[in-house]
Nanobody, 114 residues
Framework: QVQLVESGGGLVQPGGSLRLSCVVSGTIFSIYAMAWYRQAPGKQRELVAVITSGGTTNYVESVKGRFTISRDNAKKTVYLQMNSLKPEDTAVYYC????????WGQGTQVTVSS
């Protein structure tokens, strides 16, 4: 059974950093594009960052220069390094496996507040 399990969320002060991880099990990992989405209260889920199977990355404008998506195919893990966090980054962050897999993780809460 395919599973995506996120970790690394929490409470952080503005300007701080967090690193999210998403471990994929039950399937081949390296062939799929992976992405991070987020959903803030009362808002639609939005794409934050994506990384292709070949390692090409893309980001929503609001996180460019602050967030970095990466992957470790040997560990079947995708990461989201988040620096210079702002209160508006507060959301539940979801890992997503693309292509024919089309699977979501359960989400991890990120709260940026002083």
């Amino acid at each position: 059974q395919v599973q995506l399990v996120e970790s690394g969320g929490g409470l952080v002060q503005p300007g701080g950093s967090l690193r999210l991880s998403c471990v994929v099990s039950g399937t081949i990992f390296s062939i799929y594009a992976m992405a991070w989405y987020r959903q803030a209260p009362g808002k639609q889920r939005e794409l934050v960052a994506v990384i292709t199977s070949g390692g090409t990355t893309n980001y929503v404008e609001s996180v460019k220069g602050r967030f970095t998506i990466s992957r470790d195919n040997a560990k079947k893990t995708v990461y989201l390094q988040m620096n210079s966090l702002k209160p508006e980054d507060t959301a539940v962050y979801y890992c997503y496996a693309g292509g024919s897999l089309s699977r979501w993780g359960q989400g991890t809460q990120v709260t940026v507040s002083s």
